[in-house]
Protein backbone atom coordinates (compact mmCIF):
# COMPACT_ATOMS: atom_id res chain seq x y z
CA UNK A 1 0.00 0.00 0.00
CA UNK A 2 1.22 3.84 -0.69
CA UNK A 3 0.16 6.75 0.99
CA UNK A 4 -1.29 9.16 -1.20
CA UNK A 5 -2.55 12.74 -0.42
CA UNK A 6 -5.97 13.74 -1.53
CA UNK A 7 -6.73 17.15 -2.07
CA UNK A 8 -10.97 17.35 -2.23
CA UNK A 9 -12.46 20.37 -4.07
CA UNK A 10 -16.32 21.67 -3.83
CA UNK A 11 -18.13 22.89 -6.79
CA UNK A 12 -17.91 25.98 -6.98
CA UNK A 13 -21.73 26.78 -6.61
CA UNK A 14 -21.76 24.10 -3.62
CA UNK A 15 -19.16 26.21 -1.75
CA UNK A 16 -15.49 27.17 -1.66
CA UNK A 17 -13.55 25.01 0.60
CA UNK A 18 -11.02 22.69 0.24
CA UNK A 19 -10.08 20.14 2.35
CA UNK A 20 -7.17 17.39 2.56
CA UNK A 21 -6.68 14.18 4.04
CA UNK A 22 -4.44 11.23 3.67
CA UNK A 23 -5.57 8.17 2.28
CA UNK A 24 -3.66 4.36 2.04
CA UNK A 25 -4.27 3.56 -2.12
CA UNK A 26 -3.89 0.02 -3.24
CA UNK A 27 -0.94 -0.23 -5.80
CA UNK A 28 -2.57 -0.89 -9.25
CA UNK A 29 -1.64 -4.49 -10.60
CA UNK A 30 1.62 -4.96 -12.35
CA UNK A 31 0.27 -5.96 -15.47
CA UNK A 32 1.03 -5.20 -19.32
CA UNK A 33 -2.05 -3.67 -21.35
CA UNK A 34 -2.06 -4.99 -24.88
CA UNK A 35 -3.94 -3.31 -27.77
CA UNK A 36 -4.35 -4.17 -31.51
CA UNK A 37 -6.55 -4.10 -34.25
CA UNK A 38 -6.36 -6.62 -37.39
CA UNK A 39 -7.48 -5.68 -40.59
CA UNK A 40 -6.57 -6.88 -43.99
CA UNK A 41 -5.49 -4.05 -45.04
CA UNK A 42 -2.42 -3.18 -43.07
CA UNK A 43 0.15 -4.92 -41.18
CA UNK A 44 0.37 -6.07 -37.41
CA UNK A 45 0.73 -3.45 -35.70
CA UNK A 46 0.85 -3.71 -31.25
CA UNK A 47 1.14 -1.27 -28.32
CA UNK A 48 2.17 -2.81 -25.43
CA UNK A 49 2.02 -0.59 -22.49
CA UNK A 50 1.33 -0.90 -18.46
CA UNK A 51 -1.03 -0.34 -15.50
CA UNK A 52 0.21 2.79 -13.70
CA UNK A 53 -1.40 5.21 -10.48
CA UNK A 54 -2.66 8.48 -11.16
CA UNK A 55 0.67 9.73 -9.71
CA UNK A 56 3.18 7.63 -11.68
CA UNK A 57 4.81 10.59 -13.99
CA UNK A 58 6.99 7.81 -16.16
CA UNK A 59 5.79 6.68 -19.58
CA UNK A 60 2.93 3.97 -19.40
CA UNK A 61 4.60 2.85 -23.03
CA UNK A 62 6.79 0.34 -22.76
CA UNK A 63 9.53 -0.57 -25.70
CA UNK A 64 11.73 -3.20 -23.71
CA UNK A 65 9.00 -5.87 -24.65
CA UNK A 66 9.29 -8.69 -26.15
CA UNK A 67 5.99 -9.05 -28.50
CA UNK A 68 5.66 -13.04 -30.19
CA UNK A 69 3.23 -13.58 -32.96
CA UNK A 70 1.62 -17.12 -33.65
CA UNK A 71 -0.47 -18.38 -36.38
CA UNK A 72 -1.28 -21.93 -37.28
CA UNK A 73 1.38 -24.20 -38.67
CA UNK A 74 3.97 -21.08 -38.31
CA UNK A 75 6.38 -20.61 -35.71
CA UNK A 76 6.57 -17.93 -33.53
CA UNK A 77 7.25 -14.70 -35.05
CA UNK A 78 9.42 -11.65 -33.46
CA UNK A 79 7.34 -8.28 -33.80
CA UNK A 80 9.80 -5.36 -34.50
CA UNK A 81 10.24 -2.89 -31.70
CA UNK A 82 9.58 0.74 -33.60
CA UNK A 83 9.78 2.19 -29.91
CA UNK A 84 7.12 3.94 -27.79
CA UNK A 85 5.35 0.47 -27.09
CA UNK A 86 4.77 0.46 -30.81
CA UNK A 87 5.92 -3.25 -32.08
CA UNK A 88 4.93 -4.39 -35.67
CA UNK A 89 5.31 -7.19 -38.35
CA UNK A 90 6.00 -6.66 -42.31
CA UNK A 91 3.30 -9.06 -43.00
CA UNK A 92 -0.96 -8.58 -43.07
CA UNK A 93 -3.34 -10.84 -41.27
CA UNK A 94 -5.50 -13.35 -43.74
CA UNK A 95 -9.34 -13.43 -42.61
CA UNK A 96 -10.49 -16.77 -41.52
CA UNK A 97 -6.91 -17.39 -39.69
CA UNK A 98 -6.54 -17.48 -35.82
CA UNK A 99 -4.00 -15.27 -34.63
CA UNK A 100 -2.35 -15.01 -31.16
CA UNK A 101 -0.39 -11.62 -29.79
CA UNK A 102 1.74 -12.65 -26.64
CA UNK A 103 3.46 -9.73 -25.12
CA UNK A 104 6.70 -10.74 -22.24
CA UNK A 105 8.69 -8.17 -20.10
CA UNK A 106 11.26 -8.10 -17.13
CA UNK A 107 8.49 -7.94 -14.45
CA UNK A 108 5.45 -8.54 -15.82
CA UNK A 109 3.38 -11.85 -15.92
CA UNK A 110 3.03 -12.57 -19.77
CA UNK A 111 -0.43 -11.31 -21.36
CA UNK A 112 -2.21 -12.71 -24.69
CA UNK A 113 -5.11 -12.29 -26.58
CA UNK A 114 -6.61 -14.42 -30.12
CA UNK A 115 -8.47 -13.02 -32.59
CA UNK A 116 -9.81 -14.22 -36.04
CA UNK A 117 -10.13 -11.20 -39.08
CA UNK A 118 -14.00 -12.14 -40.46
CA UNK A 119 -14.14 -11.96 -44.27
CA UNK A 120 -15.03 -8.73 -45.91
CA UNK A 121 -18.83 -8.14 -46.29
CA UNK A 122 -19.84 -6.73 -50.12
CA UNK A 123 -22.77 -3.71 -49.98
CA UNK A 124 -24.89 -4.68 -52.44
CA UNK A 125 -26.63 -1.31 -53.02
CA UNK A 126 -26.48 1.62 -51.43
CA UNK A 127 -27.89 5.68 -51.88
CA UNK A 128 -28.60 8.37 -49.57
CA UNK A 129 -31.49 10.99 -49.87
CA UNK A 130 -31.27 14.71 -48.52
CA UNK A 131 -33.84 16.22 -46.88
CA UNK A 132 -35.95 13.61 -46.10
CA UNK A 133 -37.46 15.29 -43.20
CA UNK A 134 -36.34 17.11 -39.70
CA UNK A 135 -35.71 16.77 -36.39
CA UNK A 136 -37.40 18.24 -33.26
CA UNK A 137 -35.55 21.67 -33.48
CA UNK A 138 -36.56 22.18 -37.11
CA UNK A 139 -33.14 21.16 -38.63
CA UNK A 140 -32.63 19.30 -41.89
CA UNK A 141 -32.28 15.29 -41.93
CA UNK A 142 -30.88 13.18 -44.78
CA UNK A 143 -31.96 9.66 -44.87
CA UNK A 144 -29.18 6.31 -45.56
CA UNK A 145 -30.22 3.33 -47.01
CA UNK A 146 -27.57 0.32 -47.18
CA UNK A 147 -28.21 -2.91 -48.27
CA UNK A 148 -26.43 -6.66 -47.95
CA UNK A 149 -26.27 -10.07 -48.01
CA UNK A 150 -25.73 -11.94 -44.59
CA UNK A 151 -23.42 -14.67 -44.96
CA UNK A 152 -25.73 -17.88 -43.90
CA UNK A 153 -25.15 -20.65 -41.11
CA UNK A 154 -22.76 -18.71 -39.37
CA UNK A 155 -23.31 -15.87 -36.50
CA UNK A 156 -22.12 -12.60 -38.08
CA UNK A 157 -20.98 -9.04 -36.36
CA UNK A 158 -21.33 -5.78 -38.21
CA UNK A 159 -20.06 -2.42 -37.41
CA UNK A 160 -21.57 0.48 -40.24
CA UNK A 161 -20.91 4.32 -39.95
CA UNK A 162 -21.22 7.20 -42.94
CA UNK A 163 -19.85 10.59 -43.13
CA UNK A 164 -19.18 13.34 -45.53
CA UNK A 165 -15.87 13.65 -47.91
CA UNK A 166 -14.92 17.04 -49.93
CA UNK A 167 -12.25 18.09 -51.77
CA UNK A 168 -10.06 21.04 -51.44
CA UNK A 169 -6.83 22.93 -52.88
CA UNK A 170 -4.56 20.39 -54.93
CA UNK A 171 -7.13 17.33 -54.92
CA UNK A 172 -6.78 16.99 -50.21
CA UNK A 173 -9.66 14.95 -49.37
CA UNK A 174 -11.23 16.53 -46.53
CA UNK A 175 -13.10 14.12 -44.07
CA UNK A 176 -16.23 14.55 -41.95
CA UNK A 177 -16.61 13.08 -38.58
CA UNK A 178 -19.04 9.97 -38.91
CA UNK A 179 -22.71 11.45 -38.88
CA UNK A 180 -24.33 9.98 -36.13
CA UNK A 181 -26.80 7.52 -37.47
CA UNK A 182 -30.78 7.29 -36.12
CA UNK A 183 -32.07 3.52 -37.06
CA UNK A 184 -34.33 3.00 -34.47
CA UNK A 185 -37.12 1.63 -36.50
CA UNK A 186 -34.98 -1.01 -37.55
CA UNK A 187 -35.50 -4.04 -35.48
CA UNK A 188 -31.93 -5.50 -35.70
CA UNK A 189 -30.67 -2.46 -34.42
CA UNK A 190 -33.47 -2.09 -31.51
CA UNK A 191 -32.90 -5.32 -30.39
CA UNK A 192 -29.08 -4.25 -29.49
CA UNK A 193 -30.26 -1.57 -26.75
CA UNK A 194 -27.31 1.14 -27.73
CA UNK A 195 -29.63 3.85 -28.91
CA UNK A 196 -30.15 5.58 -25.04
CA UNK A 197 -25.99 5.33 -25.23
CA UNK A 198 -25.69 7.79 -28.55
CA UNK A 199 -23.47 5.73 -29.94
CA UNK A 200 -21.02 6.65 -32.83
CA UNK A 201 -21.23 3.74 -34.73
CA UNK A 202 -24.60 1.30 -35.34
CA UNK A 203 -22.95 -2.47 -34.01
CA UNK A 204 -25.46 -5.03 -34.02
CA UNK A 205 -25.12 -9.42 -34.76
CA UNK A 206 -27.32 -10.94 -37.65
CA UNK A 207 -29.63 -13.08 -35.04
CA UNK A 208 -32.59 -11.12 -36.39
CA UNK A 209 -31.65 -11.80 -40.02
CA UNK A 210 -28.87 -14.71 -40.40
CA UNK A 211 -28.69 -16.01 -43.70
CA UNK A 212 -31.08 -13.17 -44.96
CA UNK A 213 -30.65 -10.06 -47.03
CA UNK A 214 -30.40 -7.02 -44.99
CA UNK A 215 -31.48 -3.57 -45.46
CA UNK A 216 -30.49 -0.44 -43.25
CA UNK A 217 -32.46 2.38 -43.30
CA UNK A 218 -31.01 5.45 -41.25
CA UNK A 219 -31.39 9.30 -40.73
CA UNK A 220 -28.65 11.58 -40.65
CA UNK A 221 -27.69 15.17 -40.12
CA UNK A 222 -24.75 16.47 -42.16
CA UNK A 223 -22.15 18.28 -40.94
CA UNK A 224 -22.16 20.79 -43.93
CA UNK A 225 -24.77 21.64 -46.72
CA UNK A 226 -25.56 23.99 -49.73
CA UNK A 227 -29.20 25.77 -48.41
CA UNK A 228 -29.72 27.53 -51.75
CA UNK A 229 -31.64 26.38 -54.42
CA UNK A 230 -31.15 26.62 -58.58
CA UNK A 231 -30.85 24.43 -61.25
CA UNK A 232 -28.27 22.70 -63.22
CA UNK A 233 -28.05 21.97 -66.79
CA UNK A 234 -31.99 22.77 -66.42
CA UNK A 235 -32.72 20.86 -63.45
CA UNK A 236 -33.81 22.20 -60.21
CA UNK A 237 -32.43 21.40 -56.85
CA UNK A 238 -32.51 22.64 -53.22
CA UNK A 239 -30.59 22.47 -50.28
CA UNK A 240 -27.92 19.56 -50.47
CA UNK A 241 -24.70 18.28 -49.11
CA UNK A 242 -21.77 19.97 -49.64
CA UNK A 243 -19.57 16.90 -50.00
CA UNK A 244 -20.27 13.11 -51.22
CA UNK A 245 -21.55 10.80 -48.92
CA UNK A 246 -20.17 7.94 -47.88
CA UNK A 247 -20.58 4.22 -45.85
CA UNK A 248 -18.09 1.80 -44.18
CA UNK A 249 -19.49 -1.76 -43.60
CA UNK A 250 -17.35 -3.93 -41.27
CA UNK A 251 -17.58 -7.79 -41.20
CA UNK A 252 -16.40 -7.92 -37.01
CA UNK A 253 -15.28 -9.91 -34.72
CA UNK A 254 -17.53 -11.46 -31.43
CA UNK A 255 -14.37 -9.71 -29.46
CA UNK A 256 -14.40 -6.53 -31.46
CA UNK A 257 -18.39 -6.60 -30.90
CA UNK A 258 -17.87 -6.61 -27.36
CA UNK A 259 -15.97 -4.39 -26.95
CA UNK A 260 -17.44 -1.44 -28.99
CA UNK A 261 -20.84 -2.00 -27.02
CA UNK A 262 -18.76 -1.95 -23.75
CA UNK A 263 -17.15 1.65 -25.12
CA UNK A 264 -20.03 2.89 -26.11
CA UNK A 265 -21.23 2.76 -22.41
CA UNK A 266 -18.00 4.01 -21.02
CA UNK A 267 -18.17 6.88 -23.30
CA UNK A 268 -21.57 7.93 -22.52
CA UNK A 269 -20.96 7.17 -18.57
CA UNK A 270 -17.97 9.58 -18.62
CA UNK A 271 -20.83 12.49 -19.63
CA UNK A 272 -19.14 13.81 -22.82
CA UNK A 273 -21.83 12.31 -25.10
CA UNK A 274 -21.96 12.44 -28.78
CA UNK A 275 -19.89 13.11 -31.56
CA UNK A 276 -17.31 15.99 -29.96
CA UNK A 277 -18.84 14.98 -26.15
CA UNK A 278 -20.36 18.22 -23.90
CA UNK A 279 -17.92 19.15 -21.58
CA UNK A 280 -20.59 20.43 -19.02
CA UNK A 281 -21.99 17.17 -18.46
CA UNK A 282 -18.51 15.95 -16.85
CA UNK A 283 -20.56 17.65 -13.37
CA UNK A 284 -22.79 14.53 -13.71
CA UNK A 285 -21.04 11.78 -14.80
CA UNK A 286 -22.48 8.06 -14.67
CA UNK A 287 -21.74 4.83 -12.62
CA UNK A 288 -18.55 3.35 -13.63
CA UNK A 289 -18.68 0.67 -16.41
CA UNK A 290 -15.84 -2.32 -17.04
CA UNK A 291 -14.22 -2.11 -20.42
CA UNK A 292 -14.24 -5.44 -22.22
CA UNK A 293 -11.19 -7.21 -22.61
CA UNK A 294 -10.66 -10.74 -24.19
CA UNK A 295 -6.13 -10.49 -23.20
CA UNK A 296 -5.70 -13.28 -20.73
CA UNK A 297 -3.26 -11.98 -18.34
CA UNK A 298 -3.63 -8.31 -18.78
CA UNK A 299 -5.81 -5.75 -19.74
CA UNK A 300 -6.86 -4.43 -23.71
CA UNK A 301 -7.95 -5.73 -26.30
CA UNK A 302 -6.95 -7.57 -29.64
CA UNK A 303 -10.26 -7.40 -32.32
CA UNK A 304 -10.28 -7.55 -35.99
CA UNK A 305 -12.17 -6.24 -38.76
CA UNK A 306 -12.41 -6.65 -42.83
CA UNK A 307 -14.23 -3.04 -44.46
CA UNK A 308 -16.20 -2.21 -47.18
CA UNK A 309 -16.41 1.33 -48.08
CA UNK A 310 -18.98 2.61 -50.81
CA UNK A 311 -20.02 5.97 -52.13
CA UNK A 312 -23.51 6.69 -51.35
CA UNK A 313 -25.19 8.49 -54.60
CA UNK A 314 -27.90 11.06 -53.98
CA UNK A 315 -31.62 10.08 -54.86
Known sequence: MRKYRVILVALPFLSGCVDEISVDLPAPPKVLVVNSVLTPDSVFRV????????VDSSSRLLSSANVYLLAPGRGAELLRNQGRG?????????????????????????A???????AAVPIREGWHSYPTGTDRNNELLGTIVVRFDDPADEVNYYEISAYQQQYGNQGRIYRSQDFVLDARGNAALAAEGDAEFSPGSLV???????????????????WSFSAGS???????????????????????????????KSWTRHFYNQGTKGPGGDLNQLL??????RMYSNVKGGY???VGHAQ?????PKR
Open 112 to 118: SATDTVP
Open 284 to 289: FLGDPT
Open 47 to 54: QVSRVAST
Open 204 to 222: FSDKLFNGQAFELRASFMP
Open 230 to 260: GTVNGVPFGPRLSGEAFVSLRSVSRSYYQYR
Open 86 to 110: MYTSPNKPASGVAYTLRAEADGYPA
Open 308 to 312: TVRFL
Open 300 to 302: GVV
